[in-house]
Structure formats: structure tokens, C-alpha cells
């Protein structure tokens, strides 16, 4: 849950996760059940590969800023 006064923060990182190419790696960290199920733990977002094109243009300069930005793929 998102610390107080943090709930817009939650709220991009909803933005970025709902993504159609997002949601399309989803399978590359997360555990396949039937019928197309997936379960993703919150550990292994940390290896979900978050493309730019994925983040809106307003958090690009937020962007420069995170430790992760090895992950980001161009």
C-alpha cells in the first residue's frame, strides 16, 4: 500500500503497469497458471523490463533519476 501523501506516485505506477507493452512482458518475470493466469510477485517486478515508450511524458524527467534505469529498454 502506498505511504501517505505517496498515492499519486501509486497511481503513475499503475499508469505504467496497465500499459498494453508492459502487460505484454508480464510473462517474461511472472508464474504461468491455466487457462493464461499469471501471478506476479512483487520481487519479481523488480526484473520486469519497463520500456520508455511505456512511461508517460510527464514522469520522463523522473525517469534519469531511478536506479532501475538499467532496465528500461530503449
Same mark, same amino acid.
Given at each position: 500500500y $502506498?505511504?501517505?501523501?505517496? %498515492? ?6 499503475? %499508469?505504467?503497469l ?22 506476479? %510477485? $512483487?520481487?519479481?517486478? %523488480?526484473?520486469? $523490463?519497463?520500456?520508455?515508450s511505456?512511461? $508517460? ?12 534505469l ?5
Open positions: $502506498p505511504a501517505k501523501g505517496l %498515492e499519486h506516485q501509486a497511481q503513475d505506477l499503475w %499508469e505504467i496497465s500499459s498494453e507493452v508492459v502487460l505484454d512482458r508480464l510473462s517474461l518475470v511472472a508464474k504461468s497458471y491455466g487457462s493464461g493466469a499469471l501471478k506476479v %510477485e $512483487p520481487r519479481a517486478l %523488480e526484473r520486469l $523490463p519497463v520500456p520508455i511505456a512511461i $508517460p511524458d510527464r514522469l520522463l524527467d523522473l525517469v534519469s533519476l531511478a536506479p532501475q538499467s532496465l528500461l529498454q530503449m
